[in-house]
T-cell receptor, first 112, second 112 residues
Framework: ETGVTQSPTHLIKTRGQQVTLRCSSQSGHNTVSWYQQALGQGPQFIFQ???????GRGNFPPRFSGLQFPNYSSELNVNALELDDSALYLC???????????FGPGTRLTVL | GQQLNQSPQSMFIQEGEDVSMNCTSS?????WLWYKQDPGEGPVLLIA?????ELTSNGRLTAQFGITRKDSFLNISASIPSDVGIYFCAGSNTGNAGKSTFGDGTTLTVKP
């Protein structure tokens, strides 16, 4: 059974650009949550997708958007990148909304 | 929004010592979770607590859900070098672990 995978591992962008991060959920998991983890801080909830629909959103602006595909993999898109968007972006999958979530290793985004 | 305060921020201990860390909130949570994050990886769930006053163990780890529902602690007994890492508490009010609020972590260093 394959765990949660994320791509790319690292990414460098410049301010104003757009970025797409990808997450493959653990086999059979239909729920994916995305988190932003700034250096020295805990993960902050961005949003969750359940069966291809957004199912809750944290305190992040609309330039953070996402998708979930029929195979339950997911994308996080960030438009108009700002320097403060530099962080580790984590996705986590679970089977249903009330069950344990399993995290991927994250994508390290640097915005210059 | 809800905030979790973890203390201490960091700990340096000798192998074999016991460790205690805690997490407090200004508002109540219905679920408390404790995670460990190793470098280059996502957080891994250690213990989940669902009921005020609940005391739960997982090997050398013991965690308690405070009776006020505004705090939780994690104890590690007889620490070993592989306990090194960052420990996060997280709270949820939705029964959905994927929408948790995380603290900023306690960094544990164990000296052999």
């Amino acid at each position: 059974e394959t765990g949660v995978t994320q791509s790319p591992t690292h990414l460098i962008k410049t301010r104003g650009q757009q970025v797409t991060l990808r997450c493959s959920s653990q086999s059979g998991h239909n729920t994916v949550s995305w988190y932003q983890q700034a250096l020295g801080q805990g993960p902050q909830f961005i949003f969750q997708y359940y069966r291809e629909e957004e199912n809750g959103r944290g305190n992040f602006p609309p330039r953070f958007s996402g998708l979930q595909f029929p195979n339950y993999s997911s994308e996080l898109n960030v438009n108009a990148l700002e320097l403060d968007d530099s962080a580790l972006y984590l996705c986590a999958s679970s089977l249903g909304q009330g069950n344990e979530q399993f995290f991927g290793p994250g994508t390290r985004l640097t915005v210059l | 929004g809800q905030q979790l305060n973890q203390s201490p921020q960091s700990m340096f201990i000798q192998e074999g010592e016991d460790v205690s860390m805690n997490c407090t909130s200004s508002s109540i949570f219905n679920t408390w979770l404790w995670y460990k994050q190793d470098p280059g990886e996502g957080p891994v769930l250690l213990i989940a607590l669902y009921k005020a006053g609940e005391l739960t163990s997982n090997g050398r780890l013991t965690a308690q859900f405070g009776i006020t529902r505004k705090d939780s602690f994690l104890n590690i007994s007889a620490s070993i070098p592989s306990d090194v890492g960052i420990y996060f508490c997280a709270g949820s009010n939705t029964g959905n672990a994927g929408k948790s609020t995380f603290g900023d972590g306690t960094t544990l260093t164990v000296k052999p």
